[in-house]
């Protein structure tokens, strides 16, 4: 047997890093995952978020009321909307997730005051992530009462002039599994979609089969057609697989339609199946996609709000997040699931998910061609 040789295991590294030199694509994944997750870990995470959208419902504007707002929101939890809004105003944008709390103050609130009466302020919180709204209730649970001059001054005695009455909407016990369930049927979706079409196209190149493909009249989009409705009815075996799980394992409530959630499925199951038939025309080998994958899913699991609330990212990271198919249908499929949104609610959330797939599937069309070419 021939000894071990520093020489030719030097030659052995010195043709890995050659390899890995002309294997451009895979050295930046293997660069820029690290340094993704450094970033989004070091900067986009906040377990704690500040600033929270609050709508307030106030009939009267006296001194009290505003002296216990100003309060409130130096906690730095709050951050009120401008202008006044009704109880049924303030419900909606609740409900459609544009405010994380409502402050609704009674009738006659500094009159009861004065009188005694110990008024009730009324403060409901969007529950859905008890992650998201859990610092802010406890902040308000130690609220200073008793030391606010213009309350003192009204009423002397040494009690509380008011009380303060917390509902949690949505999910009024804080179990997790609500709002965590209902995610993973999205992050699952995209994890599974993106996968298995990125590699569709590049199976195709290493078994030799495109050109067979190449040599039919085939078009470009009737072959991406062909590739997505297979893997979009195996996506709808897997939502039912979750929603049967949720129902009857997790308990998860079920408010709304699930006939609306299954429609809203399509779009974005399209989405991603799209999202990986790009990556499968810009990838050399099956690796390559799979790695490209990961490197889409990544962001889409961070930046979405599944995993760590939406709103304690920072403004960049929420851009992002936006750009995300998975961030609009966590806001659909829980606002369905367990605010009972309908179809003018999630409306919003909708079309960027579309606006996504048109995009992806027009470059990827546009790759695929320069493929056959």
């Known amino acids: 047997m021939n000894r071990w040789s520093l020489r030719r295991t030097l030659a052995m590294v010195s043709k890995e890093f050659i390899q890995m030199r002309r294997d451009r694509m895979t050295f930046a994944i293997m660069i820029g995952i690290p340094v993704i997750q450094l970033t989004l870990f070091g900067y986009a995470i906040n377990t704690d978020p500040k600033n929270l959208p609050t709508a307030v419902v106030v009939h009267e504007s006296s001194a009290a009321s505003r002296s216990i707002l100003q309060a409130i929101e130096h906690s730095g939890y709050f951050r009120f909307l401008p202008g006044q809004v009704s109880h049924s105003e303030a419900d909606h944008l609740l409900q459609t997730g544009k405010v994380q709390f409502i402050v609704a103050f009674p009738p006659r609130f500094s009159e009861k005051i004065m009188r005694g009466e110990h008024p009730s302020i009324l403060i409901e919180a969007d529950a859905t992530d008890p992650v998201a709204a859990g610092n802010a209730l406890s902040a308000i649970a130690q609220f200073p009462v008793i030391n606010l001059p213009e309350l003192q001054q009204a009423n002397p005695s040494t009690g509380p002039p008011f009380g303060i009455t917390i509902h949690r909407r949505y999910n009024p016990e804080g179990i997790s599994q609500y709002n965590i369930v209902p995610g993973l049927m999205g992050v699952i ?7 298995v079409t990125a590699v569709a196209i590049t199976r195709e190149h290493e078994k030799g089969t495109m050109e067979y493909l190449l040599v039919t009249p085939v078009q470009p989009l009737e072959v991406m057609a062909g590739k997505l409705i297979p893997y979009i009815l195996v996506g709808y075996v897997q939502v039912f697989l979750i929603l049967l799980a949720a129902v009857y394992l997790f308990h998860v409530p079920i408010r709304g339609s699930i006939w609306l959630v299954l429609t809203l499925m399509l779009p974005f199951i399209a989405a991603n199946l799209s999202m990986g038939i790009t990556f499968s025309t810009l ?13 889409f899913f990544l962001p889409s699991i961070l930046l979405s709000g599944f ?8 403004e960049w990271a929420q851009w ?12 659909m499929v829980r606002g369905i699931l367990l605010k009972e949104s309908g179809w003018l609610d999630v409306l919003p959330e909708l079309w960027p998910i579309l606006l996504f797939f048109v995009a992806a599937i027009t470059i990827g069309a546009m790759r695929y061609r320069r493929t056959l070419d």
């Open 320 to 331: 992002i997040g936006e750009v995300l198919p998975l961030t609009h249908f966590l806001r």
């Open 189 to 195: 979706l995209t994890m599974t979609m993106v996968l």
């Open 307 to 314: 995993m760590f609330p939406f709103r304690g990212m920072p």
């Open 283 to 295: 990838s050399k080998n099956q690796m390559q996609a799979m790695q490209m994958s990961f490197f």
